[in-house]
């Protein structure tokens, strides 16, 4: 077990802070720890007919296109439920007539306490995509019963898309 001696943050920006530090292990000893700081995330798997509802989008830490699902952070301790219902809507333009909570998970629990947590949307309406102002989304429908060779080819390498899409295919019973 660990306990922080001291502690600063050294940046707070909008969507995650840094924080810096001295811990002290259980013998004792003291190590240097830093900390990402996030209020969590949702994701969204929109399942439609017999495909899902994937996206594309230009990642700059990575520079380049991704596939991924819709995906949101959390403001503060807002419902994680309400989110994933309104990151649907606005990326992808669909309301979840029925939403389950599929996967809870840490994004990196070495380094930061981001939790996500993963939802199935199912029986979907079709209503306005709705983007914020620096979002450019292409929206990719894609065949459920292609997910699994896609995955097995490496074609996913968006770790909540990856664990989502998993998610979905034991939800169907197709792992």
Do not use: C
């Not at 001295?22 to 240097?32: F, K, P, Q, T, Y």
């Not at 947590?117 to 429908?141: C, G, N, P, Y």
Request: charged share 30%.
């Amino acid at each position: 077990m660990e306990t922080w001696v001291s502690k600063q943050k050294r940046f707070e920006g909008q969507i995650f802070s840094v924080t810096v530090g001295e811990a002290r292990l259980d013998d004792g000893a003291l190590v240097s720890r830093e900390m990402v700081e996030h209020h969590g995330g949702v994701a969204v798997v929109p399942v439609l007919d017999d495909a899902v509802i994937l996206i594309r989008q230009f990642r700059i830490a990575i520079s380049t296109d991704i596939l991924e699902i819709p995906a949101g952070r959390l403001e503060g301790d807002e419902d994680p439920a309400y989110r994933a219902r309104a990151e649907l809507e606005e990326e992808v333009g669909y309301r979840a007539g029925r939403l389950e909570l599929a996967h809870t998970y840490f994004s990196a629990a070495g380094f930061t306490n981001e939790r996500m947590r993963i939802f199935l949307a199912f029986d979907l309406e079709k209503t306005a995509q709705k983007l914020e102002f620096d979002e450019r989304i292409e929206i990719v429908k894609v065949p459920i019963n292609e997910i699994a060779g896609m995955l097995a080819a490496g074609e996913i390498e968006d770790a909540k898309t990856i664990i989502g899409l998993r998610a979905l295919q034991a939800r169907l019973g197709r792992v």
